[in-house]
């Protein structure tokens, strides 16, 4: 995606770091905390359903 909200890019961020500090996420993850503090939804408030199952797959693959 080339356009990104400052909401989605801080989610990203977050994401991230969650990622580097415990290694691996799964999508139960991101509707918790820390992701809730960005948006009470989490991911869900974040980004449209499409964007979600990109975002998956591209968190999968960094923790390949």
């Avoid at 890019?9 to 994401?15: A, V």
């Avoid at 999508?27 to 975002?55: C, M, S, W, Y």
């Amino acid at each position: 995606h080339t356009t990104l909200t400052s909401l989605q890019i801080t989610f990203l961020q977050t994401l991230k770091t969650f990622i580097l500090n415990t290694g691996t996420v799964v999508k139960e993850d991101l509707i918790k905390a820390p992701f809730t503090q960005i948006h009470p939804e989490g991911i869900r408030g974040v980004f449209a359903a499409p964007e979600i199952a990109d975002v998956m797959r591209m968190t999968q693959h960094l923790v390949a």
